[in-house]
T-cell receptor, first 110, second 112 residues
Framework: GENVEQHPSTLSVQEGDSAVIKCTYSDSASNYFPWYKQELGKRPQLIID?????GEKKDQRIAVTLNKTAKHFSLHITETQPEDSAVYFC?????????FGAGTTVTVRA | DAGVIQSPRHEVTEMGQEVTLRCKPISGHNSLFWYRQTMMRGLELLIYFNNNVPIDDSGMPEDRFSAKMPNASFSTLKIQPSEPRDSAVYFC??????????FGSGTRLTVV
C-alpha cells in the first residue's frame, strides 16, 4: 500500500517568515495530493490539493508543488501569521483511500 | 457546518462496555469513511463504504469493531467490548464533488 512520509515533525517560524513542509510517497500510481490543517481539538480541514497533471498550485499565501518523478510534494506558507499555527497533514491517493503523513506541528512566533 | 454530523462529541466508558459512534452526512453520500486518530498512529482508515456497502474494512483492528451504513445518511461504528487501547478520536468523512475529504467533528472516545 501507499506509504507517506512527512518532514519535519515540528516547525517553529517567526511571524512573517515562510514555512515549508515536505512529503514523499511510495506508490507511483498516486495521483491526488491534498493538504489538511488541524487546529487543536478540531477536525482536519482541506486547505489545498493538487492532482498529478499539475506541478504547482497556489491559493493566496499557500502553495503546493509536486514532483512526480521524485515522488515528493511540498506545502509552502508565506508571510506566516499566528493563525497558521496548527498541525498540517499531507496525504496521497490513487483511488478512494487517502494515506496520511504523520503530521507537522507548525508554531508561528509573534 | 461541517457537512457531517458526528455524535456523541465525547464518550467516556468503562472497559468492557459497548460503544456506538454515529455519523450523519448532512446531504446523503454514497461514500463514507471512518478514520481513527491517535498520537502514536496518526490518521488510520478503518473502513470505507460505497453505495452503503463496505468496500474496504482492512483497517478494522479486530472483531470487536463493526460498522454499518444502512442508508446514505447514516452510519455507525460499534466497539464491543471496548478496551483502553481503543481510546482515540474517531472521524467519519465524505468526499463531496470528487475533492478531498470533508471530515466530521469527530468523537473523542476514552475507555477507562
Amino acid at each position: 500500500g501507499e506509504n507517506v512520509e512527512q518532514h519535519p515533525s515540528t516547525l517553529s517560524v517567526q511571524e512573517g517568515d515562510s514555512a515549508v513542509i515536505k512529503c514523499t510517497y511510495s506508490d507511483s500510481a498516486s495521483n491526488y495530493f491534498p493538504w489538511y490543517k488541524q487546529e487543536l481539538g478540531k477536525r482536519p480541514q482541506l486547505i489545498i490539493d493538487i492532482r498529478s497533471n499539475v506541478g504547482e498550485k497556489k491559493d493566496q499565501r499557500i502553495a503546493v508543488t509536486l514532483n512526480k518523478t521524485a515522488k515528493h510534494f511540498s506545502l509552502h506558507i508565506t508571510e506566516t501569521q499566528p493563525e497558521d499555527s496548527a498541525v498540517y497533514f499531507c496525504a496521497a491517493s490513487n483511488d478512494y483511500k487517502l494515506s496520511f503523513g504523520a503530521g507537522t506541528t507548525v508554531t508561528v512566533r509573534a | 457546518d461541517a457537512g457531517v454530523i458526528q455524535s456523541p462529541r465525547h464518550e467516556v466508558t468503562e472497559m468492557g462496555q459497548e460503544v456506538t459512534l454515529r455519523c450523519k452526512p448532512i446531504s446523503g453520500h454514497n461514500s463514507l469513511f471512518w478514520y481513527r486518530q491517535t498520537m502514536m498512529r496518526g490518521l488510520e482508515l478503518l473502513i470505507y463504504f460505497n453505495n452503503n456497502v463496505p468496500i474496504d474494512d482492512s483497517g478494522m483492528p479486530e472483531d470487536r469493531f463493526s460498522a454499518k451504513m444502512p442508508n446514505a445518511s447514516f452510519s455507525t461504528l460499534k466497539i464491543q467490548p471496548s478496551e483502553p487501547r481503543d481510546s482515540a478520536v474517531y472521524f467519519c468523512a465524505i468526499v463531496p464533488q470528487a475533492s478531498g475529504y470533508t471530515f466530521g467533528s469527530g468523537t473523542r472516545l476514552t475507555v477507562v
